[in-house]
């Protein structure tokens, strides 16, 4: 689904088909934005970005849309479209970011790798049956 991202600052807006939002001390910020349209309209989004200027994902709860990353790298290319016009399509997402998660292919590696730092870290050594337990219990706010 495409939607539009506006930067605030300017009114400048083109559009978006996928968005990472993360969430950094409780306030929603841009991870990853790809986004597409005229080509100045999009350079001047994704200068937006990198630059800080508040934005709104269009039909989201999304309106105060930030950056929380120092570092944001751009790729981007001319895409023809079928009628013969020329739009670009850029993909503006912060390295850090992605440096701090970590993707698993089952669940069960997730809670085997989380039971292994937390055992790395702790003097009382952990029982492997426990990993399920500890894994719940660190996603929990009981502690």
């Known amino acids: ?16 088909d996928k968005c990472i939002i993360s969430e950094y001390y409780y306030t929603p910020t841009i991870a990853l934005a790809s986004i597409f349209g005229h080509e ?3 350079k001047a989004v994704s200068s937006g970005i990198i630059n800080g200027k508040e934005a709104t994902l269009e039909d989201t709860e999304y309106e105060n849309l930030t950056r929380a990353y120092s570092s944001f790298e751009i790729k981007g290319r001319k895409l023809r479209l ?3 016009a020329e739009v670009l399509h850029q993909i503006v997402y912060s390295p850090q970011f992605f440096k701090t ?41 009981e502690h």
Request: charged share 25%; proline share 3%; hydrophobic share 40%.
């Open 101 to 141: 998660v970590t993707f698993y292919r089952t669940e069960e590696e997730k809670i085997n790798k989380i039971f292994k730092i937390v055992d790395r870290y702790t003097d009382v050594p952990l029982i492997q049956e426990w990993a399920e337990e500890i894994y719940h219990w660190l996603l929990s706010n």
């Open 40 to 42: 100045s309209m999009v």
């Open 82 to 84: 079928p009628s013969g």
């Open 1 to 16: 689904m495409y939607r539009k991202i506006i930067i605030k600052w300017t009114g400048v807006e083109c559009y978006c």
